[in-house]
């Protein structure tokens, strides 16, 4: 076991994959859920009767659970209003874990599941169709407020309540925070790219390569994943 404050699970939401209208076409999304009561269960591929209407781009072993922590509810709302959980199309919402002490490749206790911090939530344009806000996948992105996806290394069941207990924590202590620095906000950091690269098994391939890209020369175009340019 690693010493650290245990967090908890606040609530716990599923929701069903459904046509939004965004810039006079329909986009499938599962990012409107809703809190669930009691003991829901948690699969290799997720939440039971979590949808995600862009497989390409989101759920799958790697991005089983989206996490978001409780703690960025005020500072948003103090922008954008009142605000109740999950606003951010997250599965659970959290106290105790930001995305600063999530290290990737980190292991914690979830209900009865086991579950590993893969990634960040790159964001993406159904936060503005969500929140009806244009730039709200560039605010999100800015602010670095976005949240982290886990794996599922043992199935169970989690509801809100229960704690959220580390037990192992990767000594290289890359954290989601500072993947998705380098990764979307400060992409000229090519030192900080590197020492991202000096560890390449807690990168997904395509970030490795993105990242490889950029050393030479090669800068991504973030347009279609923050606008909806594009057909996604």
Request: charged share 20%.
């Amino acid at each position: 076991m690693v010493d650290e404050r245990p967090g908890e699970v606040l609530v716990v939401s599923v929701g069903a994959a459904r046509p939004l209208s965004w810039r006079g076409r329909t986009v499938v999304s599962g990012i409107r859920k809703a809190p669930v009561r009691g003991p829901v269960g948690i699969t290799s591929l997720g939440l039971v009767g979590d949808e995600q209407g862009d497989r390409k781009h989101h759920g799958g072993p790697d991005k089983a659970v989206l996490v978001y922590p409780g703690e960025h509810y005020p500072a948003w709302a103090a922008q954008l209003g009142d605000l109740t959980a999950p606003t951010f199309g997250e599965n659970l919402t959290t106290n105790g874990v930001l995305e600063t002490d999530a290290v990737l490749g980190a292991v914690y206790a979830v209900g009865t599941a086991v579950l590993q911090v893969t990634q960040p939530r790159r964001p993406c344009y159904r936060l503005a169709v969500h929140h009806g806000v244009a730039d709200m996948a560039v605010r999100t992105q800015r602010t670095g407020r976005t949240g982290f996806y886990c794996r599922v290394l043992r199935t169970g069941h989690v509801q809100a309540g229960d704690g959220v207990e580390l037990l192992h924590r990767p000594r290289h202590g890359i954290t989601a925070a500072e993947a998705h620095r380098v990764l979307n906000v400060d992409r000229a950091d090519l030192a900080a790219a590197r020492r991202l690269l000096d560890h390449p098994d807690v990168l997904p391939a395509a970030w490795a390569r993105l990242l490889h890209d950029r050393l030479d020369g090669r800068l991504d175009d973030q347009t279609a994943r923050l606008h909806g340019s594009a057909q996604p």
